[in-house]
């Protein structure tokens, strides 16, 4: 079923995290479906505004609709980190189920009062809205922020800001960084736990899941995060095994041949990923 954060998080409440995965291109979503399907899971669908633009809003939104009504599990299709309300809105209109707005570069105020914009107009449409405060280092699509800037979440900006805004999620900064996967993430454990027991009422998110071990990806999902993002892992992954079937095409080999190990090993990626987000 099509469903928002709001709803997966109620559903999926004492199971553990909710694996939320990048899509970049139109190929990759029947897989991405179909390995949650697998490993009986939840799972979120999320693009940047790019990759919504790319392949168009009404195009995109039917297809994961279409798919989620005749899957057996949950699915919620999620804008992640845009920082342009207008266009926001206008994936709420189109039909995301989910949004998130991100004014963690602003003073907190502004943050909080754009924040409040979008929370008011997604409410009355029955849309979820995930916000972030401090900053996650790194880059990724739709995403630049160097390492220097990045800053930990304040326990009590985050207080504040969910008090002032009604939101359903809170992108958290402990530790990880936007496409990050040469190596490990060393993350803030006590951060998280004194932001989980002040926040209860919202569900924490982890970005840069990437860059995150095994190990601590398991204790994230244990402990209290409610969704943990992977991308750069899928893109990295992604181009890798196109790499290696695109030179061995010839102008009659069918495209499909070369994109199915592709969306093979994606998918692999996320029955390993979303095996680790929950508790057994």
């Not at 939320?20 to 697998?38: Q, S, V």
């Amino acid at each position: 079923m099509y469903k928002n954060l709001r709803e997966l998080f109620k559903e999926n409440e004492g199971k553990g995290a909710i694996g939320a995965f990048n899509l970049h291109c139109f190929e990759m979503l029947p897989a991405m479906i179909e390995a949650a399907e697998e490993n009986n899971v939840p799972i979120i669908i999320q693009t940047s505004l790019g990759t919504a633009e790319y392949i168009g809003f009404e195009t995109l939104i039917a297809a994961v609709k279409s798919l989620a009504e005749r899957s057996n599990i949950n699915v919620c299709l999620h804008m992640d980190h845009c920082k342009d309300i207008d266009a926001i809105k206008r994936a709420i209109d189109c039909g995301y189920s989910s949004v998130m707005y991100d004014g963690s570069s602003l003073p907190l105020e502004e943050n909080i009062k754009n924040t409040r914009e979008v929370v008011e107009y997604a409410k009355e449409r029955n849309v979820s809205v995930e916000g972030e405060v401090g900053s996650i280092g790194g880059a990724e699509e739709g995403v630049v922020v160097s390492q220097n800037d990045a800053a930990y979440t304040k326990v009590e900006d985050a207080l504040k800001f969910v008090e002032a805004t009604g939101i359903d999620a809170l992108a958290v900064a402990i530790g990880t960084t936007h496409g990050q996967y040469k190596s490990k993430a060393k993350l803030n454990f006590e951060l998280m736990n004194e932001l989980r027991n002040s926040l209860n009422n919202v569900g924490l998110v982890l970005h840069g899941g990437t860059g995150v071990s095994d190990e601590d990806m398991k204790r994230c999902a244990r402990d209290g995060m409610k969704k943990i993002n992977v991308g750069t892992e899928l893109n990295k992954s992604y181009i890798e095994e196109v790499n290696k079937t695109f030179p061995t095409a010839t102008p009659l080999t069918s495209l499909r041949k070369l994109l199915g190990p592709a969306n093979e090993r994606m998918k692999e990626i996320i029955i390993e990923k979303s095996s680790l987000f929950k508790i057994n």
